[in-house]
């Protein structure tokens, strides 16, 4: 069965109020999530990932510093070419220090055709503000 936009928009859209688990339970465990670079710089932190790896190295890390834990993601566009799905967000919060986080992003998704599974993940994102809420906030 082909990938749909309104498929894509049942995993992405709960994640505009801050819920992301139908997100990460569509993530396959060997993911590879490739954030902004091929360099791993765990002080921005780009590189890639697989699932377990990006939870620690990227999810715990960043949502740690921000206050209620998490970001509420808007989903702004979403297109779907065969079995990849181009998704652009914009993602709001406040870290702990009382500044705002207020990311955009730019998500390629390429989802397994018979497990449904994402599979590989492309995110390109303000590094340069990711980087603040790591430097400037205590956390884990």
């Not at 932190?45 to 790896?53: D, I, L, S």
């Not at 990227?58 to 990849?84: T, Y």
Request: with cysteine; glycine share 6%; hydrophobic share 40%.
């Amino acid at each position: 069965m082909p990938l749909t936009v309104e498929h894509v928009k049942s995993i992405m859209d709960p994640c505009g109020q801050g819920i992301w688990e139908p997100f990460l339970s569509s993530i396959a465990p060997d993911v590879a999530w490739w954030i902004a670079s091929d360099v791993q710089d765990p002080s921005i932190p780009t590189g890639v990932y697989n699932f377990a790896e990006w939870k620690q190295a990227v999810n715990v890390r960043a949502f740690g510093r921000l206050k209620d834990g998490h970001q509420d993601m808007k989903v702004l566009s979403i297109d779907v070419v065969g079995q990849k799905a181009y998704v652009e967000a914009a993602g709001k919060a406040t870290q702990l220090n009382g500044r705002p986080y207020n990311n955009c992003f730019c998500w390629i998704l390429f989802f397994d055709e018979e497990s449904k599974k994402i599979v590989k993940i492309r995110e390109y994102m303000n590094t340069a503000l990711t980087k603040e809420v790591l430097s400037m906030n205590e956390g884990p």
